[in-house]
């Protein structure tokens, strides 16, 4: 696999970042991950315009232009020949020399790292038609869930819960209500009407959360920005996830209870359909 760093293509193995790097020694990064489908990116302004807003959260200069991050992107497509999959990107704030809490100088040079996983038919993935379960954990992480940084133990943590307890993932739950999934938004169902989180620093802001709502209002759907609770997700009609690897991903359990009928309900299957038709058209 051809990997990018600083400007470079390199095979993996020749690839290097320093010890020194702000990224590895203290999470001081952000990333972004966008999907490939047939060879077109997914929503990728929408990735790059918060990933500038990643940076500037945390004062990292943004190091690349918005036409080098997006050849850099098809680049490493193309050498890579990815038909479906995603390409990763992350900068962090780089190697100031010495380890120290203070943020370096303006004179450090931000690191960037990119590249891709290939996976074969990622818009059929079979678990479309079963659908997750997810069981709930206490969201133990920081206060500032909108950057999309590197720091992703907690995370990291709540999956392996979730696969002990024989889930396909986790729901983090803060003062009784349900925050985001390990690596997407969340959402319930309830007759004509969308649930899921409002916009804050409590959560990430989805690229293709905000893709799917739209679509949603589109449909004549109903749409309720607000926290519900696993008691609430358990009653409602249907449940599901959103994020650019996953698409719209069906839950059909929470903590062991199934979700309406338990089966894949049709209002998920109708915005998987959508957002998979819309998203491959504006892929560019
Ligand atoms: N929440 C969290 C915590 C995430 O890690 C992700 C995936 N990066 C999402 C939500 C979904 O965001 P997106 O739709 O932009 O992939």
Redesign the pocket.
């Known amino acids: 696999r051809t990997v990018y760093v600083n400007g470079d293509y390199l095979p993996e193995d020749q690839a290097m970042v320093s010890v020194f790097d702000r990224g590895f020694l203290m999470a001081d990064g952000v990333y972004e ?1 966008v999907s490939v489908l047939g060879g077109k990116l997914i929503d990728f302004e929408g ?1 790059m315009v ?1 990933l500038k807003r990643s940076l500037s959260e945390l004062a990292i200069a943004n190091p690349l232009s918005d036409d080098a991050y997006l050849a850099a992107h098809r680049d490493l497509v193309a050498r890579n020949d990815i038909t479906d999959g995603l390409v990763y990107l992350q900068v962090t704030r780089g190697n100031p020399g010495d380890r120290d809490f203070a943020y370096p100088s303006a004179d450090t040079v931000p690191t960037v790292v990119m590249f891709t996983q290939s996976k074969p038919g990622l818009a059929d993935a079979p678990a479309a038609k079963t659908g997750w379960s997810v069981v709930s954990v206490d969201d133990l992480r920081w206060g500032r ?1 909108d950057i ?1 940084t590197v720091q992703l133990l907690y ?1 990291s943590m709540a999956k392996m819960e979730a696969k002990a307890r024989g889930a396909d993932d986790a729901w983090m739950v803060e003062d009784g209500r349900v925050t ?6 969340a959402y319930i169902v309830k007759g004509n009407t969308i649930v899921t989180r409002e916009l804050s620093h409590d ?2 802001h ?4 905000a893709a799917v709502l739209r679509f949603a209002r589109e449909a004549q759907m109903q749409v309720e920005e607000r926290a519900f609770t696993i008691a609430e997700a358990q009653e409602a009609d249907e449940a599901f996830i ?4 996953a698409f719209v991903m069906p839950v059909v359990s929470i903590d062991g209870a199934r979700v309406g009928a338990g089966t894949v309900g049709p209002v998920a299957t109708r915005l998987r359909e959508i957002y998979l038709e819309e998203s491959l058209k504006t892929g560019v």
């Open positions: 991950v990735h918060r869930r999309k995370p985001e999934g390990t690596s997407n938004n959560i990430l989805g690229i293709t959360r959103t994020s650019a690897s």
